[in-house]
């Protein structure tokens, strides 16, 4: 089971943020000046997959630190409004909100970005300890890992001791390595495929290498192995299924917050009891609606317009395509 019977709360931990997001109307010059344009919204991968969450009405609690700033008052006003509950978080007023800026090209991907993050370090073991309570109720933990590595470690000491499933983030390349010596402890992990190959030290670059990750990863003590693939989906690996789910084709407006959407979808769908390849078309479900969105998180996500996501890929049989 990846989530506990009887427990309908997900507690989330990690980074909240505003992002600020360059996108260039051309192709983009390295070293120069680029005409575009430059948006300001709420972020935060941890942040993000709560408010997934609490748009798709399920019970979330976040615990994450921000600064008592304007950027902080954002951040919570948006969070909270999306149905989380933010009664737990860390408000400092010596430091301030993290801030995310990313550089995308006129594809909308993502380019570059510089992440300023120094108030994650509040994220303490003792203040996770301080709220063990909350562990106790919850049917999953949700970690990003631009957590310091002691409270990652106090993460995993809980959720061991009440035997909490819990699901790890890698966020980046280089936040993966946080992870890389703990994969035995950890139930779920959902990186992208330049985080998978930090993760299993090999080059992937071929399909065939995705499933060669995926079983690393297996062997290494993960249980359920979810590797993202940007437009050519998802592979899924765990004891019982292995394979890929194909994406839905959709007109990217920006690609920020789409894997954070599909880990948000991704808990729904086993909150829901769906089995794994059915959360994952959730959580590709999720995500095709984020895409769609100039936002990290869609405000047109609901429950309802994520099941007709879902029931198109059920009906064009990627739920069963080349799962074993």
Known sequence: MFVREGKKTVLIIGGSNVDIKGRSKGVLIPHTSNPGTIELSVGGVARNIAENLGRLQVNTTLLTAIGEDEYGTLIKKRTEESGVNMSEIICSKEHRSSIFMAVLNKKSDLETAISDMVILDLI???????????????????????????????????????????????????KSEYAKDLLDKIDIITPNKDEAEMLVDISIDDMERVREAGEILLNKGVKMVVITLGPEGVYLATANQKGF????????????????????????????????????????ATATITLSSREAVSPDLTP????AIYRELESRMLLRKNLV
Not at 139 to 155: G, L, N, Y
Not at 304 to 307: D, Q, R, S, V
């Open 124 to 174: 303490t073991p003792e203040y996770i300890k301080s709220k063990e309570h909350l562990f106790q109720e919850s049917a999953i933990v949700v970690i990003d890992v631009s957590i310091p590595r002691k409270t990652i470690e106090a993460v995993i000491d809980i959720c061991q001791k009440y035997t909490i499933p819990l699901c790890v983030e890698p966020v980046s390349v280089s």
């Open 245 to 284: 789910i194909s994406s839905v084709a959709t007109l990217v407006v920006d690609a920020i917050g789409a894997g954070d959407a599909l880990v948000g979808g991704l808990i729904y769908g086993l909150m829901k009891g769906q089995s794994e390849a059915s959360a994952i078309a959730s959580g590709v």
């Open 304 to 307: 309802i317009k994520l099941e």
